[in-house]
């Protein structure tokens, strides 16, 4: 009866509003509004009825069922608790099994004296490591951008540092810091291995991993991310397990004194996934000229500097007992294999890959799964979203409400609820553009897109401002889907991974080719040289492909998904202190 009616609706004179032709700046209807009339006239009333409907109440958001945090990030709040976080997905579980799984794989004897065993090694532990680090990154709240400037600096502060290391070991040998880098990396290992077992061990942990401890807490000993005190803290049974093993685990490879080379890329790889969690590059051009940059840096201390200095400055460094810790994944020497033509590398016991040469290419990667996400059509979210909508609007229907009446409410509501979930995705597109493709549309714009643009850079203003205007075409409902909003990254991420794909199978072929140039040569290899053309090569024959070039330029990242910012977060807490002043007084 419902589809009869429906059908019959849309067979009708439409009368109200239709969205026209709209700037690409602005959030277009994706579901138009369909109001029965008279086939003469009507005009004044449908337009009422359009717009009464394109506008919602608060209450409205909560019945329209907006998943993932979308309808508070449109109210400027915290999203709720079931907002979709990878770390806590099936996805996520996965991806550690299969980097345990690999770590576990290497101590299998036979494999230490098995040719290219090393490779496959290697390999899948680098993807593992680039696939969590930028999974995890998606709704991270406490992400640092690096800018064009910083981009640009980076080579040269990293060969200072390189450097430095390389004069310490060679004219203070007698210099001994490793009893500060010990303690150091015992509490870098720690942590990255507690942050990144507490959501697992939940996940898999059953009735463990509900949080059903509480205590209280003094005042001020803990912090949330607004800067609010924590009074009384919840804690899992599976969180315990989880500090129990990361101290554990970090002391058992500080008492190896790093030689096992098990717990050593352990701590590694999990130290890289979170420093591509919490770091990366603001658009593409920033992260072509660091990539590029690094490459030049790369290339010249291994290639280069044994003409300029008379030493291989990188080798050097990369294989001292001097400054020895988790920075490199390690496998043993395979008999004949490796490079062998070096006297440094030739007794070096292990084959070993830098944590550069994954997390330099990993800032690509991630920055391509943010594009992608931003990108992103949660068609799921929509049709739960209408669904729920649906629904609601049937249990407020009054019982004796004609079948007519019934089609109306129900189409109406699932309109609405398909579109603001759109409208989110539209808004963020828009939101991640500089300015470069918005610019000419739309113009002004009032308080609220200029605090956004303060916000986000200066460099988003244009497109935050047309897409400002452009939502307030769509009904006053509309603007609370403000500048300021971030859609929420969604599940649909992991089956709309454009670029981030090519780009990871990219980097498998520049690593694996860096390999056979070192087993061909017997020389080290500066593996940059082979990954940053093949990833960047990706990025850009993806884009040409789509027709995506220029979006691609103008791609400015945002801080986070869906989350509040510092300033959003401060912002509430003031609005909230005010309105208990006002109630008390």
């Keep these: 009866m419902l589809a009869s009616q429906l059908l019959a609706r849309s067979q009708r004179p439409i009368v109200g509003r239709v ?21 003469t006239g009507g005009k004044e009333e449908g337009s009422k009825s359009t717009v009464a409907i394109a506008s919602a109440t608060s209450s409205d958001e909560e019945a329209l069922g907006l998943t993932g ?50 490779l496959p090694y290697f390999i899948g532990l680098a993807v593992c490591t680039i696939y969590i680090g930028a999974h995890r990154g998606l709704t991270t709240r406490q992400r ?33 810091p490793q009893i500060f880098l010990n303690a150091y990396f015992w509490m870098l290992g720690s942590f990255a291995i507690g942050g990144a077992a ?53 002391s058992a490879e500080l008492a190896s004194g790093h030689s096992n080379f098990t717990l050593n890329n352990l701590i590694a790889t999990l130290v890289a996934t979170d420093i591509l969690q919490l770091i990366g590059p603001r658009s593409f051009r920033t992260a072509g000229l660091l990539l590029l940059g690094l490459l030049v840096y790369d290339v010249f201390w291994v290639f280069g500097s044994p003409k300029v200095i008379g030493d291989n400055v990188m080798l050097t460094v990369a294989t001292s007992d001097v400054i020895s810790g988790p920075t490199r994944i390690l496998f043993p020497r395979i008999p004949g294999g490796g490079s062998t033509a070096e006297a440094a590398a030739a007794a070096f016991p292990f084959s070993l890959l830098g944590l550069g040469d994954i997390a330099v290419p990993g800032l690509l990667a991630c920055l391509t799964l943010r594009y992608d996400a931003s990108r992103s059509v949660d ?24 079948s007519r009446q019934v089609a109306d409410a129900t189409a109406d509501a699932a309109c609405n609820a398909y579109d603001r979930i759109a409208d989110q995705e539209a808004l963020q597109r828009e939101q991640s553009l500089d300015g470069t493709n918005a610019g000419s549309v739309g113009g002004g714009g009032d308080g609220e897109s200029a605090a956004a643009a303060n916000r986000l850079g200066a460099s988003l203003v244009r497109g935050v401002s047309a897409a400002a205007s452009g939502a307030s075409a769509l009904g006053a409902g509309r603007n609370s889907l403000g500048a300021s909003t971030r859609a929420a990254a969604q599940q649909a991420v992991l089956y709309q991974r454009t670029y981030f794909t090519p780009v990871m199978v ?46 691609l330029w103008s791609y400015t990242d945002v801080p986070s998904f869906g989350l509040p910012s510092r300033e959003d977060l401060n912002g509430e807490e003031d609005k909230k202190k005010e309105k208990e002043a006002a109630d008390n007084n």
């Design 198 to 250: 507490v959501p697992v061990l939940r996940q898999v942990g059953g009735p463990l991993g509900e949080k059903s401890i509480k205590f209280g807490v003094p005042e001020g000993l803990l912090l949330d991310e607004a800067g609010n005190s924590i009074r009384q803290a919840e804690l899992a049974p599976t969180d315990i397990m989880s500090v129990a093993l990361a101290l554990g685990l970090s």
């Design 144 to 176: 640092q951008q690096i800018t064009l400037k910083e981009g640009i600096l980076a080579p040269v502060l990293a060969s200072a540092s390189l450097f430095g290391f390389y004069l310490l070991i060679k004219y203070l040998p007698d210099f001994n």
């Design 19 to 39: 969205c026209p032709a709209a700037p690409r700046a602005a959030p277009q209807r994706r579901c138009f509004r369909v109001t029965a009339g008279a086939a």
């Design 506 to 551: 990219s980097y498998v072929f520049g690593l694996a080719l860096a390999f056979v140039a070192n087993d061909i040569t017997k020389l080290g290899q500066p593996a940059l040289l082979y990954i940053v053309p093949s990833t960047l090569g990706a990025v850009l024959l993806t884009a040409l492909t789509r027709g995506e070039v220029g979006r």
């Design 379 to 402: 068609m799921k979210a929509r049709a739960v979203a209408a669904a729920e909508a649906i629904t609601s609007a049937l249990a407020s229907l009054d019982p004796k409400a004609t």
């Design 69 to 118: 945090g979308a309808g508070a990030a449109a109210a400027g709040a915290q999203p709720a608790d079931n907002a979709w976080r990878w770390e806590e997905s099936e996805d996520a579980v996965k991806a550690y099994g299969a980097l345990a799984a690999l770590l576990v794989l290497g101590t299998v004897t036979p494999l230490h004296s098995t040719q290219l065993a090393d």
